[in-house]
């Protein structure tokens, strides 16, 4: 059994090294634009729930603390897509204390 375990752990990090690399083509060779945004947020939403469920072993944690780290792991993608949509818009806001 322990050698099952490991083996999917390092299939785990395998494919983390692929979508990493993948992902990393993809941002130097295609020009920017919400497509591309979203595409590299989607690979980033995957790896990290692949790191929170197998090597942070939250998948057989209980339900609510599994949940809070999974929409934890949801908001670098999310705000990733927001910062391209309204990144020009938010740059120029008047944050308080200014």
Do not use: H, Q
């Amino acid at each position: 059994m322990e050698i099952r375990s490991t083996l999917k752990l390092d299939l785990v990090w395998l494919l983390l090294l692929a979508l990493s690399l993948g992902g990393v083509c993809v941002g130097v060779l295609a020009e920017s634009g919400f497509w591309i945004t979203l595409f590299i947020a989607v690979i980033t939403a995957v790896k990290g729930r692949m790191v929170i469920d197998y090597f942070m072993e939250l998948n057989d944690a209980t339900p609510s603390i599994r949940w809070v780290a999974r929409v934890f792991g949801m908001m670098v993608p999310v705000l990733m897509v927001v910062t391209y949509i309204w990144g020009a818009a938010l740059a120029e806001m008047r944050w308080l204390g200014e």
